[in-house]
């Protein structure tokens, strides 16, 4: 230990000045021994500093460092993984269990059409026959027209579901929960498929809408309904009807004649009026007994989806307002 210890000590006064590398000559021994130490020494160095500059380059992180993720985001987390394990348990039941609502079904095939969207075919799903009635109240909608301090809530029917998911607009589940007033929200969204289920109805997953979105869209048919009653009672009241069958009856001189066009053209108009009376498309709770042959009846009820019930009854009451002009007019020539 003692000659170990001077070695070193060597070393160090080397390190020191190194003009004293010449006791190294004098004793052979002291030089080799020297070397075999210093090449002792070296590893454990470089094994020290190794050691050092791993740890100075992977500092710790601290124990007290919040890994916590936002609450909205742990809440999304804990409701996808409720979601899976439903479907997990769905998985594992028995498959001679079935439900008693799905001893019938129903094939509902939809494809997308090539005008402004995909070309290829929708998923078919399996709808499950219930006793439900299309004249069931599905849920009540407040309307978009209404002021706020008189708003009303409006009535949705099954059956005006059953046309929109149905109908040509053919809905997704984000136009249906716009239109329903539902927040596009997980639970909110899982919510209104188990409320769809209940009435047998559902949509398909990926469903692309087949016609184009417009202002009628967003309106329930009884607000539809509404908005024509009250543009009917407006229209009766305040339209200058005879005031413009006075000014039409100054711009004509020879008044025999003209009396016979109104009459010709009056006859038209009650037969357009007529007609328009005996559509019998599917609007709110009614679903009436069609009186057009099919050819007629179907582009009837498929132009009703599309305005939710606005508009036949919206073209009826204008064509009133025109035969009421033209009856103003005949009026005046008769005296």
Excluded at 8 to 32: D, E, I, R, V
Excluded at 314 to 322: D, E, N, P, R, W
Aim: hydrophobic letters at 40%; aromatic letters at 4%; charged letters at 20%.
């Amino acid at each position: 230990m003692d000659q170990q210890a001077l070695w070193l000590k060597t070393y160090q006064a080397l390190l020191a000045n190194p003009q004293n590398a010449g006791q190294m000559s004098n004793n052979p021994a002291m030089a080799a021994a020297f070397f075999q130490l210093l090449a002792s020494q070296r590893p454990v160095a470089q094994v020290q500093n190794t050691e050092i500059k791993e740890e100075a380059a992977l500092p710790k992180e601290p124990d007290a460092l919040s890994r916590k993720r936002p609450a909205a985001i742990q809440e999304l987390m804990q409701m996808k993984k409720k979601r899976l394990d439903g479907q997990g348990s769905k998985d594992n039941s028995p498959p001679n269990s079935p439900s008693p609502s799905s001893t019938h079904h129903e094939t509902v095939s939809s494809t997308s059409d090539s005008g402004h969207h995909s070309e290829s075919p929708e998923p078919q799903m399996t709808l499950p026959l219930v006793g439900i009635c299309d004249d069931q109240e599905f849920t009540k909608v407040p309307g978009r027209l209404s002021l706020l301090s008189s708003a009303t809530k409006h009535s949705v029917t099954v059956g005006e579901v059953r046309r929109r998911l149905n109908g040509p607009e053919a809905f997704n589940m984000s136009l249906l929960g716009a239109v329903l007033r539902r927040a596009k929200m997980p639970e909110k969204s899982q919510s209104l498929v188990s409320e769809l289920e209940a009435v047998g109805l559902g949509i398909p997953r990926g469903r692309r809408r087949k016609a184009n979105v417009t202002l009628f869209s967003a309106f329930t048919e009884a607000e539809s309904l509404k908005l024509v009653e009250d543009f009917h009672a407006v229209a009766a009241e305040c339209f200058p009807i005879e005031q413009l069958a006075a000014v039409a009856l100054k711009q004509n001189l020879e008044n025999r004649e003209q009396l016979n066009q109104l009459r010709v053209t009056r006859n038209i108009i009650k037969t357009f009026t007529d007609l328009l009376s005996l559509d019998r498309s599917p609007v709110g709770a009614s679903n009436p007994i069609p009186v057009f042959d099919p050819s007629l009846q179907d582009p009837m009820s498929n132009f009703s989806m599309l305005t939710h019930g606005f508009g036949t009854p919206a073209i009826a009451v204008a064509m009133k307002i025109f035969l009421r002009f033209i009856d103003s007019q005949i009026a005046l020539l008769e005296k």
